[in-house]
C-alpha cells in the first residue's frame, strides 16, 4: 500500500514516514501541499495522510481536490489545530498533534482495512 504524507514540518514527515515504513507501507512524504497535489493527481496513492494548516492549501482542500480525481481515496487528517478542521469530507478521521508515533499507524491500517485482501 502506497501513503502520501504531506505535512510542512520537515521533523513531523520525517518521524511519521519512518514508522509508516517500519509498517509495511510504501510511503511518499512531501512538505509542500502543492506537490502533494501533482503527486496524488497522477494516481497510483492507497492513502494521504495530511496535515490541516499548510501554506498555500489546506489539508481539507487537498483531500478534496484529489478527491475530485479519485472520489473513493481514504484520507485521514493530523492536526494541532483539530477544532479549526470541522467537517473535511467523508470518512475522514482528524487525529489531534502531538499524538504516538504508532497512533498514525494504527490509524492508517484502519482506514486501509477495507482496501486489502482478506
Known amino acids: 500500500?502506497?501513503?502520501?504524507?504531506?505535512?510542512?514540518e520537515e521533523a513531523i514527515v520525517y518521524v511519521f514516514q519512518r514508522y509508516l515504513e517500519r509498517?509495511?507501507?510504501?510511503?511518499?512524504?512531501?512538505v509542500d501541499p502543492n506537490e502533494a497535489l501533482a503527486i496524488g493527481s497522477a494516481g497510483g496513492i492507497d492513502m494521504l495522510v495530511t496535515d490541516f494548516r499548510m501554506p498555500g492549501m489546506t489539508g481539507a482542500?487537498?483531500?478534496a481536490r484529489l478527491r475530485e480525481l479519485h472520489p473513493?481515496?481514504?484520507a485521514l487528517v493530523v492536526t494541532a489545530f483539530g477544532a479549526e478542521v470541522g467537517v473535511t469530507a467523508p470518512d475522514v478521521q482528524v487525529l489531534n498533534k502531538p499524538l504516538p508515533p504508532q497512533d498514525l499507524?494504527?490509524?492508517v491500517a484502519r482506514a486501509l482495512a477495507p482496501a486489502q485482501p482478506s
Open 1 to 8: 500500500m502506497h501513503i502520501l504524507l504531506v505535512d510542512d
Open 105 to 107: 499507524v494504527d490509524a
Open 72 to 74: 473513493d481515496l481514504p
Open 61 to 63: 482542500d487537498l483531500i
Open 23 to 30: 509498517a509495511g507501507y510504501r510511503v511518499t512524504a512531501v
